[in-house]
């Protein structure tokens, strides 16, 4: 997003700007690296870590990959060099492919913090700050039980890539609660390389082969958004039960026309906050907590201006 999107995103300030002239010493210098650009997860994000940074005294910078995709992603890592921020705040878009380029950094004397998504060694960061996944999945299994009630019938997982440890632990935490549930068959869980179309094929594909199907738990903002186009081309909106993840604009409208039945939003912008209070912790030698959590919100279209809230910036 540009600078001028996200002064309006972020209600006002120097947002996504470097501090004009003045030109504080690297230590006061902290990167933050998102999944992936122009998305209201992490815009959101960026708008609470900016703020809390200035609060502080901190000058924050951010550059995002055009996609969620850990290539691009390292090549924004890789283009720090050798002289660092103080302070890297990244979401690693794959636990495992991010180790090496992130670990350079760290060698290199910057603080790792992580920002929604984890790697799978956790040695490397200072701080890990995330929603509670497995237990956004539980919830989200609950939400969908409640809203089918006691009609047998099978429900679909939609993950986004394999290696993503928040959307992984969602599904995760999903199929587990499901267990709970005995008249919801769990029709399996589909990648979807976190694309929009290729959700919305997946969910073609599984209401021509699971007839029965009578629920669906997407696992992003992403994935839900092909869900609901999926349903929409089928004529199934409101027939199968949507239940989705995060609270983008286009998905509380989605919620409002009866495209979803439920969404978990996330608090991202706390995510953002939190993630700059202990990489300055870190970095004045304070003390730092390893693993920190934000609250989720479920929100039905009973209670969705109660939960104004929560809604994402864009
Ligand atoms: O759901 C968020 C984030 O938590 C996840 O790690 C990746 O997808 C989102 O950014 C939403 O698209």
Redesign the pocket.
């Known amino acids: 997003a540009s600078a001028a999107a996200l002064l309006t995103a972020c209600g006002g300030g120097q947002i996504g700007q470097s501090g004009g002239d003045s030109k504080p010493a690297n230590g006061k210098k902290l990167m933050l690296v998102p ?2 650009q122009a ?1 209201p ?2 815009i959101s994000m960026q708008c609470g870590a900016e703020a809390e940074a200035k609060k502080l005294g901190y000058e924050l910078t951010t550059q995002a990959p055009q996609k ?1 995709d850990a290539p691009m992603q390292t090549q924004i890592v890789n283009a720090l060099g050798a002289n660092p921020p103080a302070a890297l705040l990244i ?1 690693p878009t794959d636990a495992q492919a991010m180790l090496a380029p992130i670990q350079q950094v760290k060698n290199r004397g910057s603080k790792i913090v992580e920002v ?2 984890a790697l799978q060694d956790t040695s490397v960061a200072a701080s890990s700050i995330s ?1 509670d996944s497995a237990e956004g999945g539980k919830l989200a299994a609950q939400t969908l039980a409640k809203l089918v009630g006691d009609k047998p019938g099978s429900v679909l997982v939609l993950d ?1 890539i394999a290696g ?1 440890s ?2 992984n632990a969602r599904a995760k935490g999903f199929e587990d609660e499901l267990k709970n549930h005995p008249n919801l068959k769990s029709a399996g869980v589909q990648f979807t390389q976190n694309e929009p179309d290729q959700a919305a094929t997946k969910v073609t594909a599984a209401l021509s082969s699971t007839p029965d199907l009578v629920g669906i738990f997407a696992t ?3 994935t839900g958004e092909g869900a609901a186009t999926g349903l929409r081309n089928a004529h199934k909106i409101g027939a199968v039960n949507l239940v989705g ?2 609270a983008s604009p286009s998905e509380v409208e989605g919620l409002r026309k009866g495209e979803y039945q439920a969404l978990i939003a ?1 608090d991202p912008a706390s995510i953002g906050q939190q993630g700059v209070q202990q990489a300055v912790n870190a970095l004045e030698g304070k003390a730092v907590t390893r693993n920190l959590t934000a609250a989720l919100h479920p929100i039905t279209k009973a209670d969705l201006d109660a939960n104004a809230q929560y809604f994402y910036k864009q």
Do not use: H, I, W
Request: proline content about 0%; aromatic content about 20%; overall charge negative.
């Open positions: 999944g992936v998305e997860f992490y969620f979401a929604d998504t929603s986004t993503t928040t959307t992003n903002l992403n993840f995060d996330q």
